[in-house]
T-cell receptor
Framework: DAGVIQSPRHEVTEMGQEVTLRCKPISGHDYLFWYRQTMMRGLELLIY????????DSGMPEDRFSAKMPNASFSTLKIQPSEPRDSAVYFC????????????FGPGTRLTVL | KNQVEQSPQSLIILEGKNCTLQCNYTVSPFSNLRWYKQDTGRGPVSLTIMTFSENTKSNGRYTATLDADTKQSSLHITASQLSDSASYICVVTDDVSGGYNKLIFGAGTRLAVHP
């Protein structure tokens, strides 16, 4: 298996622009998670999906952030409009249903907002 | 408030030496504790997972311990190698019935192994 796939790996954009991050989870995994990692705050859970349905989005910082999962093999995280404080590494992770099952993380997207 | 605290924040050791990383948590109720290794520029990778009843778990040169009474865990690395240079993140899962068990992440310990 190729693991969790994220694109792009790096994104540099200007303040005010729309940014879309993409994720393909591991086949057969029915949970998908979006995280943000910064030096100051570490890893933070933004939102997670179960069977393509958003379950908990309490970690989404504000209305500028939105996430969708149109099918079992694809999810997007969108920031509109982007701000410099959104600069971070965004990780997507997926896992199976068992409580002890490990989350497998993608390589991350490093976002820089100028 | 559920928290996970790790120490030290960073650590430098020489290749071949052993080291121990610490994790203290206040998460309650507790489900399990994991140690993740995160190489620079990559996503975290799970090393070990321990439940309430487990005291020790090994994965090669990595040995994790858990004391559920004092809410402390440690990760011991034996005979360190240059490839052990990474951030090590302690993650505790709560045990909330009827809902999603949330993962609470520590800030990580950044380990540098020098030749």
């Amino acid at each position: 298996d190729a693991g969790v796939i994220q694109s792009p790996r790096h994104e540099v954009t200007e303040m005010g622009q729309e940014v879309t991050l993409r994720c393909k989870p591991i086949s057969g995994h029915d949970y998908l998670f979006w995280y943000r990692q910064t030096m100051m705050r570490g890893l933070e859970l933004l939102i997670y999906f179960n069977n393509n349905v958003p379950i908990d989005d309490s970690g989404m910082p504000e209305d500028r952030f939105s996430a969708k999962m149109p099918n079992a093999s694809f999810s997007t995280l969108k920031i509109q409009p982007s701000e410099p404080r959104d600069s971070a590494v965004y990780f997507c992770a997926s896992r199976r249903s068992g409580w002890a099952d490990t989350q497998y993380f993608g390589p991350g997207t490093r976002l820089t907002v100028l | 408030k559920n928290q996970v605290e790790q120490s030290p924040q960073s650590l430098i050791i020489l290749e071949g030496k052993n080291c121990t990383l610490q994790c203290n948590y206040t998460v309650s109720p507790f489900s399990n504790l994991r140690w993740y290794k995160q190489d620079t520029g990559r996503g975290p990778v799970s090393l070990t997972i321990m439940t309430f009843s487990e005291n020790t778990k090994s994965n090669g040169r990595y040995t994790a311990t858990l004391d559920a009474d004092t809410k402390q865990s440690s990760l011991h690395i034996t005979a360190s190698q240059l490839s052990d240079s990474a951030s090590y993140i302690c993650v505790v899962t709560d045990d909330v019935s009827g809902g999603y068990n949330k993962l609470i992440f520590g800030a990580g310990t950044r380990l540098a192994v020098h030749p």
